[in-house]
């Protein structure tokens, strides 16, 4: 029996099927993405302070995350700045989560170390692990989880800080959200809330007396 | 030998191809064969039609097969159907007026394909045996849409230059490569053949979409930062299935055939793989995740009748389950076991595993129907063609350019001729009409959270020719 001949068409009908067939690369199309797609701003140097402002009291914190700045995370942070020798000072920070929605507190508060406050007003939040409710998740009802969380602020004036956030998303997404931003805005309102809370900012503003 | 490498050689290559895309409804592309591919077959694509064919001849059989052919889509998204459309002169986050092209207008894609088929059969010189063993892509696609050039290079809007389809598609490929085994037996005296069938399955899924973390079309935030961003998903997983089927002779000149084939996994099956994600200004990450991949099972039914010897009459059809597939959900890997829970609304449910996107599907069953003729011009050449229907399984909520389907009507024209000693040659040309669908741009997201995607509203065209050329090789 001679075979030959259906080794010979078998491999021509392969061989053009491999020349017809639609090759996709969809990954390279993901690196071009991000070959063309821009990087963060870096935030720029902060300047020397002559005195610290006090931003003890409660603030509207928002944390605008880098995959959409329109859709920050809210927490209320309750701050106790301690004033210390050479004009510097240490802070006290708690943040309470707040409903994406409502603006009503949701989940345990995360309590940070108190950490000191550099002359130029910037001081640095750390925490190892995060876990916000599915309430306080501006793109899903997931509960987010985060590792390695550290908020860089620079107080502004006593009514505002800002700056810029790092860390893992490692739930619903790996994420890294280095590039994120915050700015907190004191309220002025009553402590139950009757006040109102004030325009969030999610980031430094061109100029922050404003 | 020979024999050996043919069946490595056709195993590698289906391995490797993108498979067809002549779809009978929602992504099965079970095309091989071309005319002699039906229920009551005794062609080497019984192996899948209906394995019980594989008894109905003697000896030994050899079959190769590529399908080779062209697909044309066109996708039209009116500007009603951008999300967040600012006016020029405005300021805000979605899609800035003076770039409205970006997100509407035509998208199109021209993409040949090719597909093999390859299997082995024989009686093993036992009457009334057949068995037999085959490599092929019953479900898959491929798509590469073309770029919009408008937007080459323009780094306001990165993105744009994928096309106003790529908030569901860029560039991707599904395929399920079934390597099948299969054993059929005939009882004379019943003028009844039995067959069944194990299929091991490798399923792969490789795409890549447009998304942003809301799941809007919205290509910058309110200041102006880029919100743009994709997903590239890489999954896959071996499963089994079986097939079986019955094919009764009433008598001489009339064959009636049944077959079934199960879900793949007998039940919905994950992908195992990684979503590769940069969403706004963030880097590019990779998340371990597993995708909800249901498949359909599909029940066959035909009917072959010779009223005078030079001449076949075929009608056949299926009915495909495409109603299992409610949602293709990406899960995280590690939460998989909790299963992918979505309400009605399309939001993860609290209780599910934790829900990365969700992509609705909310498909429904489709069937179809073919009818067709052979004539026999001497004993060494067959002339055929044939006539089909097949119904669409994608409902107008969840149609988009990612898997487009429609209802649709194909034609067929064929020979089949001894070219040589114990070989023949088969040709098949189909030509596949489909019906133009339109959406009307949405006054609310049909999904929401997790589930929400961009309006998919607009004009969907499409049409696929293709060529079936096989060769069989009896001995």
Redesign the interface.
């Known amino acids: 029996m001679n075979t030959r001949p259906v080794t010979a068409l078998t491999g021509g009908l392969v061989g053009l099927a491999l020349l017809l067939s639609a090759c996709v690369d969809p990954a390279g199309k993901f690196n071009d993405f991000v070959d063309r797609a821009p990087d963060a701003a870096p935030t720029p140097d902060a300047e020397i302070l002559s005195n610290i402002p006090d931003v003890s009291g409660r603030f509207l914190f928002s944390l605008s995350s880098v995959v959409d700045v329109d859709s920050p995370f809210y927490f209320i942070a309750t701050n106790t700045l301690h004033p210390t020798m050479g004009g510097s000072a240490t802070i006290t920070t708690s943040l309470q989560p707040l409903d994406y929605l409502k603006r009503t507190p949701v989940g345990d508060p995360i309590d940070f170390e108190t950490e000191p406050v550099s002359l130029t007003g910037q001081f640095e939040l750390t925490a190892t692990n995060v876990s916000l409710p599915g309430a306080a998740n501006p793109f899903s009802d997931s509960t987010v989880e985060l590792s390695q969380v550290t908020i860089k602020p620079t107080i502004k004036n006593p009514n505002l800080y800002c700056g810029e956030v790092t860390g893992m998303l490692t739930s619903p997404l790996m994420l890294d959200i280095a590039g994120s931003t915050m700015g907190a805005v004191r309220i002025t309102g009553a402590s139950d809330g009757s006040g109102g809370m004030p325009d969030p900012v999610s980031r430094c503003p061109a100029d922050p007396q404003n | 030998m020979?024999?050996i490498?043919?069946t490595i050689?056709?195993v590698a290559?289906a391995a490797?191809?993108?498979p067809g895309v002549a779809r009978a409804s929602g992504f099965l592309v079970a095309r091989f064969g071309g005319e002699q591919g039906h229920p009551t077959t005794t062609h080497g694509s019984a192996i899948y039609f209906n394995p019980a064919g594989l008894a109905l001849t003697s000896g030994t059989r050899?079959y190769?097969?590529?399908m080779?052919g062209t697909r044309t889509a066109s996708y039209y998204r009116p500007t009603a159907a951008i999300d967040n459309l600012v006016p020029e002169g405005d300021s805000g986050?979605g899609t800035p007026g003076v770039v409205s092209s970006a997100n509407s207008g035509t998208a199109t894609l021209s993409?040949?394909?090719?597909?093999?088929f390859?299997a082995v059969v024989s009686d093993l010189g036992v009457r009334n045996l057949g068995v037999g063993i085959g490599v092929y892509v019953p479900f898959g696609g491929?798509?590469?849409w073309d770029s919009n050039s408008e937007y080459t290079g323009n780094?306001m809007y990165?993105?744009a230059?994928?096309g106003v389809q790529r908030w569901w598609s860029?560039?991707?490929?599904i395929q399920s490569i079934y390597t099948t085994a299969a054993v059929s037996y005939y009882l004379p005296e019943a003028r009844l053949a039995l067959g069944a069938g194990l299929n091991v399955i490798r399923t792969e899924v490789?795409?890549?979409r447009a998304r942003?973390?809301?799941g809007t079309d919205d290509l910058v935030?309110?200041?102006g930062?880029?919100?743009e961003?994709?997903a590239?998903?890489?999954a896959h997983n071996m499963t089994m299935s079986v097939g079986i089927g019955a094919i009764w002779q009433p008598v001489d000149a009339l064959f009636v055939g049944v077959s079934y084939q199960s879900r793949p996994n007998f039940k919905t099956t994950n992908l195992k793989g990684k979503?590769?994600?940069?969403?706004?200004?963030?880097?590019?990450?990779?998340?371990?995740v597993a995708l909800r991949w249901p498949l359909p099972d599909v029940f066959r039914a035909g009917v072959t009748i010779r009223p005078v010897p030079r001449l076949e009459l075929r009608v056949f059809g299926d009915y495909v389950r495409w109603s299992v597939v409610d949602d293709h959900c990406t899960m995280?890997m590690s939460t998989m076991s909790r299963g992918c829970k979505i309400d009605d609304q399309g939001?993860?449910m609290?209780d599910g595993a934790?829900?990365?996107v969700n992509i609705p599907r909310r498909w429904k069953d489709a069937m179809g129907v073919r009818m067709g003729a052979s004539y026999w011009l001497s004993s060494a050449r067959e002339i055929f063609a044939g006539l089909g229907y097949d119904g669409s399984a994608i409902p107008d909520e969840t149609l988009g350019p990612d898997i487009i389907d429609q209802d649709k009507m194909t034609a067929s024209v064929g020979t089949r001729i001894e070219v040589?000693r114990h070989?023949r040659?088969a040709g098949t040309f189909t030509q596949v009409f489909y019906f133009k669908r339109q959406l009307a741009a949405r006054d609310e997201p049909t999904f929401e959270?997790?589930s929400r995607t961009p309006d998919q509203a607009g004009t969907y065209k499409q049409s696929v020719s293709v060529f079936n050329?096989g060769?069989e090789?009896l001995?």
């Open positions: 020979r024999r490498n043919l050689l056709a290559v490797t191809l993108a050899i190769a097969e590529g080779f986050g993409n040949p394909f090719a597909a093999p390859a491929a798509a590469s780094d990165p993105g230059v994928d860029i560039e991707g490929s490789r795409t890549i942003n973390a809301i935030a309110s200041d930062s880029p919100q961003g994709r590239l998903l890489d979503l590769t994600t940069k969403l706004g200004l963030s880097a590019p990450s990779e998340t371990d995280t939001n993860a609290s934790t829900v990365v040589a070989m040659l959270g997790i050329l060769l090789y001995f």
